[in-house]
């Protein structure tokens, strides 16, 4: 029994997709009569009508405006599915594939920068600052957000910290995934929404958490709420970028006469920024894309079983790295300083070398934290131990001049000359004189001040 058109329309999932989808089979069909009647065709009539329709429209060296290989191979991708709805599984779209014109790249289509970010923040309104923050920290596509109800945010606290969950898709058990938004995006929606609320609406758990449309003086649209469209996004932003003075408005001059392709995507360029930053931060990629709600058909996703409560951790390490404004970023600076400044105190203290904060301070700035000082003073324990059974004629480990952690084994007039130490397991000596321990000694760690710290060959 043949699917038509119209019912097969209806079984997909998302309206966007079916608007896609009818688009494309209707642009090679003509209209939903012809599809109708194209999908019971011979599969010679399909595969000839096919390559005959991309032959007249794709783009050419002469021809004023013609279809580029990437909307062809969209196109031909609807009505496919069209087919096989239709248990149409016989038509060799290989052999159709042939024809399409090669893919070139006509923009860069990179992420927006910080600086971008925030210059179109500063000409949203409040509604706008909220999705806008929301895309930036969760990763999300605008369909995602536009579903949305203010149940589906579920906000959470990890060591004193608010950050928000956000469950995507929440109606449909295919599609449903978790992502996280930060702080900052959290204080957005929560202005929002109070503004909503003051306005008069009666905040519900099934209330849309972003609206299609909303006025303090509209009764009607306080009482009947509606969830924001895709489109109505994507359209109001182009907008806003053009405001902040980031993009120029431009009439439809582009090649064969379409639109300017911009740097970015007014949009999805949001996701591409989350999606460079949070990995740059050392997210691992697994997370990312599930964050992102890509498609779970790897075996890494099969096997990998975190708890939204695992994922949650993980994310709130690396988030500050999606922060726009200043103020959440001096914040996390200081915040982070100060952890530094405690952890560097315990950690000297541990192996008898207590130090103040300045000195602490002074550390964290010169070197890379804690880390860096657990592995220095492990190696200065190891050096004492090692004098102590004889096992070593000298050593010499020196933290930083400017630090009051500087130790040293050999006596004062051998520490002058590293040569001396050249028999020690571990020496450490300025980085012009390496020439001459190259042969015996291989690096260990190379210090800002100019020396390196070098250990014997076994």
């Known amino acids: 029994m043949t699917v038509q058109l119209a019912k097969f329309l209806e079984r997909l999932r998302t309206p966007s997709t079916r608007k896609s989808y009818e688009f494309h089979i209707l642009k090679i069909c003509g209209s939903e009569v012809t599809a109708n009647a194209f999908v019971i065709k011979s599969k010679s009539e399909v595969e000839q009508y096919l390559i005959d329709w991309i032959t007249e429209n794709r783009e050419e060296e002469g021809r004023e405006r013609g279809l580029s290989g990437y909307t062809i191979t969209t196109a031909l991708s609807s009505i496919r599915s069209f087919f096989v709805a ?12 042939t024809s399409i014109p090669e893919y070139i790249r006509k923009a860069d289509d990179v992420a927006p920068t910080l600086e971008q970010i925030r210059a179109f923040l500063y000409s949203c309104p409040l509604r706008e600052k909220a999705e806008c923050l929301t895309l930036i920290s969760s990763g999300a596509r605008e369909g995602a957000i536009a579903t949305l109800k203010i149940r589906d945010l ?21 599609h449903r995934y978790y992502s996280f938004i930060t702080p900052e995006a959290l204080e957005a929606i929560d202005k929002y929404l109070k503004q909503r609320e003051e306005a008069g609406e009666e905040l519900r758990p099934d209330s849309p958490l972003f609206l299609n449309d909303f006025s303090h003086r509209n009764k009607d649209t306080i009482n009947t709420p509606r969830h924001v469209k895709p489109q109505a996004i994507c359209a109001l932003f182009n907008r806003l970028w053009q405001l902040a003075g980031v993009r120029k408005r431009e009439e439809r001059n582009g090649e064969n006469g379409g639109n300017v392709r911009k740097e970015f995507k007014a949009v999805h360029g949001f996701r591409k920024y989350f999606r460079t930053e949070i990995g740059r931060a050392g997210m691992r990629d697994l997370l990312i894309e599930d964050l992102m709600g890509h498609r779970k058909g790897s075996i890494e996703h099969v ?16 988030m500050s790295s999606l922060y726009v404004g200043e103020e959440y970023r001096v914040k996390t600076q200081m915040e982070t300083l100060e952890d530094n400044i405690k952890r560097i105190k315990e950690t000297a203290a541990k192996y008898g070398f207590p130090i103040d904060d300045e000195s602490a301070k002074q550390f964290s700035s010169e070197w890379s934290g ?12 190891i050096a004492k131990e090692e004098l102590s059974k004889g096992e070593s004629k000298g050593q010499i480990i020196r933290l930083s001049p400017n630090v009051e952690l500087e130790k040293t084994i050999l006596p ?47």
Not at 86 to 97: C, G, L
Not at 306 to 311: A, F, G, L, R
Not at 370 to 381: G, V
Not at 415 to 441: C, F, G, H, M
Request: hydrophobic share 30%.
């Open 86 to 97: 239709n248990d149409r599984t016989d038509i060799n779209w290989s052999n159709v594939k």
């Open 154 to 174: 579920e906000r959470k606290e990890v060591d004193g910290t608010r950050v928000g969950q956000l469950k995507m898709y929440a109606d449909s058990k295919a």
């Open 303 to 318: 096997y990998d079983k975190s708890t939204p409560e695992q994922k949650l951790q993980e994310y709130v390490k690396v």
């Open 370 to 381: 804690p880390k860096m000082l657990e592995k220095l003073l492990q190696a200065e324990k």
């Open 412 to 458: 004062q007039t051998e520490r002058q000359d590293p040569v001396i130490a050249k028999s020690a397991k571990r020496i450490t000596i300025k980085v012009e004189d390496l020439e001459k321990y190259q042969e015996n000694y291989k690096p260990v760690f190379e210090f800002k001040d100019g020396r390196i710290m070098l250990e014997r060959d076994a």
